[in-house]
C-alpha cells in the first residue's frame, strides 16, 4: 500500500536469510552432493556448531530489532 518493498524486505531481512539459507542447501546438496550449511535452516546450523538455543534466540531478536529499525528509518528518509 504504502510502496516500501524495499523497506519491507529489509524488516523481514531474517526470514529472508532463513529461507535463503534452505534455498542454498538443497541446491547445492542436489547439485554438488556437498552442504553449505550443517544443517538447514540457518538456526538449526548454528545450534549444531555449539550454540544454545536461548542464545541463537537471543541473536536473532537483536538482528531482527536491528533490521526494522533499519527498515523504518528509510520510510523516514523518503
Excluded: C, D, N
Amino acid at each position: 500500500m504504502t510502496r516500501q518493498e524495499i523497506a519491507f524486505a529489509i524488516m523481514g531481512g531474517l526470514f529472508v536469510a532463513e529461507a535463503l539459507s534452505v534455498m542454498l542447501q538443497v541446491g547445492s546438496y542436489k547439485l554438488r552432493k556437498k552442504r553449505v550449511f550443517r544443517m538447514a535452516p540457518l538456526h538449526h546450523h548454528f545450534e549444531e556448531i555449539g550454540w544454545k538455543e536461548t542464545q541463537v534466540v537471543a541473536r536473532f531478536w537483536i538482528i531482527a530489532i536491528i533490521l526494522v529499525i533499519l527498515g523504518l528509518m528509510t520510510l523516514k528518509l523518503r
